[in-house]
């Protein structure tokens, strides 16, 4: 892959991007190419330049060779509400450009066809990536809507299953109504994705749970409180947890009797520092 770094962000080019511009420029598609290229550099620059804005430290860009991705180190510390920003953020440039290249053409600036193409390139980039499949942008906001109503480990398996599924139906249906072996080959390596995702998950996962531990001030969050029992996990308490929000568990026994309160900081504690799979009986012991 090649690598190059502008303004400290690392610019990655996958290595079959440039076998794509090899075979455009034999086939005569060189500036087709170079514009699909200009466009989805815009698009991702959209993102930068959103993450810088919430405050986000952007690592790199990577093109691919379906698009390309702005890639981002925040652990799941982001709030939902900046996470949807930075996903449209893209889309957006693509409208925008959308209507300064229907200006050129109403104004003759541009010829019909390249016109056209320049609209088009933009309208299918910026349909595509609003898709709710992860890793497109409409998946990153997929996943950031749900992370406001359930915890943060669920709604990343919610969203990764929803992601697959969809994934699964387009390859379906391109299969079974109109072959589109480049919307097949997409849908593939999204899938790919996927998979990498669902396997780097547990990764993610802790470093959320880290971020939570080492939080300041917590007295700011909103209270969200969880009913468990004592035979709940610790594992199984700390997927609970939500993003932007500071829990209270009320554990209860089977006849709904409330025989403990505990504060997320009591049970991260416990799971990073006993055996995860204690049960909650056993930390009311101890304590």
């Given at each position: 892959m090649s690598r190059f770094q502008i303004?400290?962000?690392?610019?990655?080019?996958?290595?079959?991007?440039?076998?794509?511009?090899?075979?455009?420029?034999?086939?005569?598609?060189?500036?087709?190419?170079?514009?699909?290229?200009?466009?989805?550099?815009?698009?991702?620059?959209?993102?930068v330049f959103a993450a810088l804005a919430v405050g986000w430290r952007v690592t790199s860009i990577e093109l691919l060779p379906f698009g390309g991705v702005a890639k981002v180190d925040e652990g799941g510390s982001t709030k939902a509400a900046d996470e949807v920003i930075v996903a449209l953020?893209?889309?957006?440039?693509?409208?925008?450009?959308?209507?300064?290249?229907?200006?050129?053409?109403?104004?003759?600036?541009?010829?019909?066809?390249?016109?056209?193409?320049?609209?088009?390139?933009?309208?299918?980039?910026?349909?595509?990536?609003?898709?709710?499949i992860w890793p497109l942008d409409g998946g990153k906001v997929l996943q950031a809507m749900l992370s406001k109503f359930i915890s943060f480990y669920y709604a990343a398996q919610y969203s990764l299953y929803w992601s697959s599924s969809c994934l699964v139906v387009l390859i379906?249906?391109?299969?079974?109504?109109?072959?589109?072996?480049?919307?097949?080959?997409?849908?593939?390596?999204?899938?790919?994705?996927?998979?990498?995702a669902w396997k780097q998950g547990q990764y993610q996962f802790i470093r959320f749970l880290l971020m939570k531990r080492d939080l300041q001030k917590k007295d700011t969050l909103p209270i969200v409180t969880r009913t468990i029992t004592p035979d709940t996990s610790l594992s199984g308490a700390v997927k609970l947890l939500k993003k932007e929000a500071f829990h209270r568990f009320y554990v209860n026994d089977l006849r709904s009797n409330r025989i403990a309160v505990l504060c997320e900081d009591r049970i991260l504690s416990?799971?990073?520092?006993?055996?995860?799979?204690?049960?909650?009986?056993?930390?009311i012991t101890v304590g």
């Open positions: 303004a400290g962000i690392r610019l990655k080019i996958h290595p079959f991007f440039w076998l794509i511009a090899i075979a455009a420029a034999a086939t005569g598609q060189f500036m087709a190419l170079i514009t699909l290229f200009a466009i989805v550099i815009m698009h991702e620059l959209g993102h953020a893209g889309p957006f440039v693509n409208v925008v450009m959308i209507v300064i290249g229907y200006g050129f053409w109403r104004f003759g600036i541009w010829g019909d066809a390249w016109s056209e193409f320049f609209l088009t390139g933009n309208a299918l980039i910026a349909g595509f990536n609003l898709l709710p379906a249906v391109s299969f079974l109504f109109s072959f589109q072996w480049n919307l097949i080959i997409i849908c593939v390596y999204l899938l790919f994705e996927n998979r990498m416990f799971f990073f520092e006993k055996n995860p799979n204690k049960t909650i009986s056993e930390i």
